[in-house]
């Protein structure tokens, strides 16, 4: 099993080719389920960089769930990329690079967990590392919905209903991942926040600058900065 150890400003990620244990369908949604191999799973909301095949550049995910012996990603079809890694099956195998990035801080007092769409991905590992928080889901149908399955005590909403519209007035510390606009809003009403924020990637350790976004008036690459941020106001 060919494995590369590439150390990261003092941090380690491996990249090792996996063995593919299943795909399953959720309502639009595929999750992938990996061997684990020698690669650490990381803390919630860190990502793994996975070359879809047939594709010149790979894919960033979060990592969703990690069972014993397993790593798992919740993907949605939106591209050539994730396509391809939809069609992916058990007997397949694909290269895996990770952990890599910040991931959330978990060290809070009240948890609040906030996810919409796709980017719930990384909420079920970090539910349980957190010992199962209250979690508020937002979708754009009921199929996209089905998904919610993964956190089965969450509360969840469907559009023209946001998820922002069920944040209390305290919300306490929120930690949240999902589309810009969500996290935004999330922004507006839960200062402190910790935000996960999604960006292109082409290398997923700060070589090719392909990922800066500007967030709170500072320009950050993702891949390294984030893509948890906790200091934007
Ligand atoms: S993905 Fe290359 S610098 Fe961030």
Known sequence: MPCDTVSLGGREARRERLDVLGAE????YTLLRLERGELEPGVPGQFFMLEAPGRPLPRPMS??????????FLLEPVG???????????GDAI??????????????????????????????????ALGDPPALLGFRSDR??????????AEVVVEPRLVTDLLPDDPGDVLACGPEPMLEAVR???SGAQLAWEAPMACGYGACYGCVVEVGGRYRRLCIDGPVLRDVA
């Open 63 to 72: 990592l969703c769930q990690a069972p014993p012996g397993g790593l798992t």
């Open 144 to 153: 996209h919905a089905e998904v919610a399955c993964l956190l089965p005590d």
């Open 95 to 128: 290269h895996v690079l990770g952990p890599l990035g910040n991931g959330f801080d978990l060290d809070v007092q009240s948890p609040l967990l906030v996810g919409g769409g796709v980017g719930i991905a990384p909420l079920p590992y970090l539910a349980e």
């Open 25 to 28: 369908q959720i309502g639009p």
């Open 80 to 90: 050539p990329g994730t396509r391809s890694l939809c069609s992916l099956r058990p």
């Open 188 to 190: 507006r009403r839960a």
